[in-house]
Antibody, heavy 119, light 110 residues
């Protein structure tokens, strides 16, 4: 079955740029029925949707982070990625990648990767 | 600013029934927001329970059901069990490709 796996640095410095990759296995990221997203959860807090991408490259961003976030897709590698710049301590969180079918919620999640922003 | 509302905490007795709600600070939730619900235990990724208001995800017990109650989406657990004690999250589709999660509800079974 389809699985998602996040990868990236666990520790990044304040003001720098975070780069995360989600590798899709057991299915194609180019499947026209699905969208691919990043979601984060600060310690002890709720979930926050960050961004979504379609395999064609169409992107959607949460307004509060739009100026600092870029989501991209590499169909040849079956991966999609997140870049978040100008990091502060408030960006410390578990970052999840997830899939959602068109017209439905997030049905498959990665295990998550903890990212700590240090000063 | 649009905010998705959830009860911060709820409690239920073993064998009892509990209902969580997912609303909007201003406005009503309808099925066109594709309300979805997730269960999360500490250190784990969210587990999908309900999508599109009332469709159970694969492998989810029929003790879990979703609906629209009044102007909110709702998740109901019947026959509560000890291992239902978790955090429950809802998410709504806000249109134009945008999604928003509620703050989550911590369920205690006691």
């Amino acid at each position: 079955q389809l699985q998602l796996q996040e990868s990236g640095p666990g520790l990044v410095k304040s003001s720098e740029t975070l780069s995360l990759t989600c590798t899709v296995s057991g299915g194609s990221i180019s499947n026209s029925n699905y969208f691919w997203s990043w979601i984060r959860q600060p310690p002890g807090e709720g979930l926050e949707w960050i961004a979504t991408i379609y395999y064609t490259g169409k992107t959607y961003y949460t307004p509060s982070l739009k100026s600092r976030v870029t989501i991209s897709v590499d169909t040849s590698k079956n991966q999609f990625s997140l870049k978040l710049n100008s990091l502060t301590a408030t960006d410390t969180a578990v970052y999840y990648c997830a899939r959602h079918p068109s017209g439905s919620g997030f049905d498959i999640w990665g295990q998550g990767t903890m990212v700590t922003v240090s000063s | 600013q649009t905010v998705v509302t959830q009860e911060p905490s709820l409690s239920v007795s073993p064998g009892g029934t509990v209902t969580f709600t997912c609303g909007l600070r201003s406005g009503s939730v309808s099925s066109s927001a594709y309300p979805s619900w997730y269960q999360q235990t500490p250190g784990q990724a969210p587990r999908p329970l309900i999508h599109n208001t009332n469709s159970r995800s694969s492998g989810v017990s029929d003790r879990f059901s979703g609906s629209i109650l009044g102007n909110k989406a709702a998740l109901t657990i019947t026959g509560a069990q000890a291992d239902d004690e978790s955090e429950y999250h809802c998410v709504l589709y806000m249109g134009s490709g945008l999604w928003m999660f509620g703050g989550g509800t911590k369920l205690t079974v006691l």
